[in-house]
T-cell receptor, first 113, second 112 residues
Framework: DAGVIQSPRHEVTEMGQEVTLRCKPI?????LFWYRQTMMRGLELLIYFNNNVPIDDSGMPEDRFSAKMPNASFSTLKIQPSEPRDSAVYFC???????????FGQGTRLTVV | GENVEQHPSTLSVQEGDSAVIKCTYSDSASNYFPWYKQELGKGPQLIID?????GEKKDQRIAVTLNKTAKHFSLHITETQPEDSAVYFCAASKGGANNLFFGTGTRLTVIP
């Protein structure tokens, strides 16, 4: 298995622009997580899905952030409009529902200038 | 909610020495404590975990200990090697991967 696949690996955008991050979970995994990693706050869970349904989005910082999972093999995290403080590494992870191990992608490093 | 604190934030050791990273948690209902290793440019990867019904677990050069009463757990790496250099995260959970609360990470550097 190729593991969790995220794209792009790096994104540089100007403040105010829309940013879309993409994730393909491991086949057969039905839980998907979006995390944000910063130096100050470490790894923060933004939202997670079970069977394509958002279960807990309490970690989403603002209405500027939205996430979708239209099918079992694809999810997006969108930031509109982006701000410099959104600069971070965003990770997608997946697991089998009920399992304890989360498998992480390689992350997307977002820089908003 | 759960609050996981981790220290130190950075740790440098000589190759062959031991490294210890410590974490505390706040929610006594947490019962699963994994450790993830993040290498440069990669996502975190599970290296070892421990459940609340066990006090210690060992896997080759790494071991974890858990003190439920004090609500703290530790990662021990013996005979460190340069390839152990990475950022290590502890986490606490009440069950599955959907309930993981991570510490802020420890950057370990093993000096050859």
């Amino acid at each position: 298995d190729a593991g969790v696949i995220q794209s792009p690996r790096h994104e540089v955008t100007e403040m105010g622009q829309e940013v879309t991050l993409r994730c393909k979970p491991i086949s057969g995994h039905n839980s998907l997580f979006w995390y944000r990693q910063t130096m100050m706050r470490g790894l923060e869970l933004l939202i997670y899905f079970n069977n394509n349904v958002p279960i807990d989005d309490s970690g989403m910082p603002e209405d500027r952030f939205s996430a979708k999972m239209p099918n079992a093999s694809f999810s997006t995290l969108k930031i509109q409009p982006s701000e410099p403080r959104d600069s971070a590494v965003y990770f997608c992870a997946s697991s089998r529902q009920g399992d304890t191990e989360a498998f992480f992608g390689q992350g997307t490093r977002l820089t908003v200038v | 909610g759960e609050n996981v604190e981790q220290h130190p934030s950075t740790l440098s050791v000589q190759e062959g020495d031991s490294a210890v990273i410590k974490c505390t948690y706040s929610d006594s209902a947490s019962n699963y404590f994994p450790w993830y290793k993040q290498e440069l440019g990669k996502g975190p990867q599970l290296i070892i975990d421990i459940r609340s019904n066990v006090g210690e677990k060992k896997d080759q050069r790494i071991a974890v200990t858990l003190n439920k009463t004090a609500k703290h757990f530790s990662l021990h790496i013996t005979e460190t090697q340069p390839e152990d250099s990475a950022v290590y995260f502890c986490a606490a959970s009440k069950g599955g991967a959907n309930n993981l609360f991570f510490g802020t990470g420890t950057r370990l550097t093993v000096i050859p």
